[in-house]
């Protein structure tokens, strides 16, 4: 729970002891969701601002680790949905001026992203943003939809079962790390 300071100086700790290749992060996105905003009128105001500030803390934290990463020549990847506010804040502006930090965006139907609305099951669009140092990583989940199916809306509460990642997605991300990995010789390439 990165609520709780300790928890994030624990988590801090084992970045620094255990030095790994790569950190994924995926902060809740509720309190920057285009959707969330919709029922902004519906909630309290106190409910709202803890939502809000629960969402900054949480996308500052994860923008540390980043910079953690970065500054000690090891990588990072950040999803958050394509039309998330969290891509506007101040901290994530600066993360992705650095010059070895880009920002790609992938359509989850390319990655057999699914929902179920009144015509049964289909495909989900959810265009998502990818911000990664790693070019190998980028490339792999830069995928737009080709077109040629129907996409399920995410309204009515189908946006949180596609929390999950989906197969593909998890492999197309290992991919990206394995190149990443062999060509910065952090791993033997066959």
Known sequence: DFDV???????????LEQEPAFVMGSPMCTAFSVLQGLNKGRMSKEKWDAMWEKGIRHMRFAVKLYRLQVDSGRFFIHEHPNSASSWKMPEMVKLMEDIYTDKVVGHMCRFGMESS????????????????????????????????????????????ACQIYPDKLCRA????IESELVHSGMLKGE
């Open 117 to 160: 609305d009144q015509q049964g099951i289909g495909l989900v669009k959810k265009p998502t943003g990818f911000l990664s140092n790693s070019p190998f990583v980028r490339d792999q989940l830069e995928k737009k939809c080709m077109g040629g199916h129907r996409h399920v809306a995410l309204m009515g509460g189908r946006a949180k």
């Open 5 to 15: 300071p300790a928890q994030r100086s624990k988590c801090v700790r084992h970045i």
């Open 173 to 176: 991300m290992l991919r990206g």
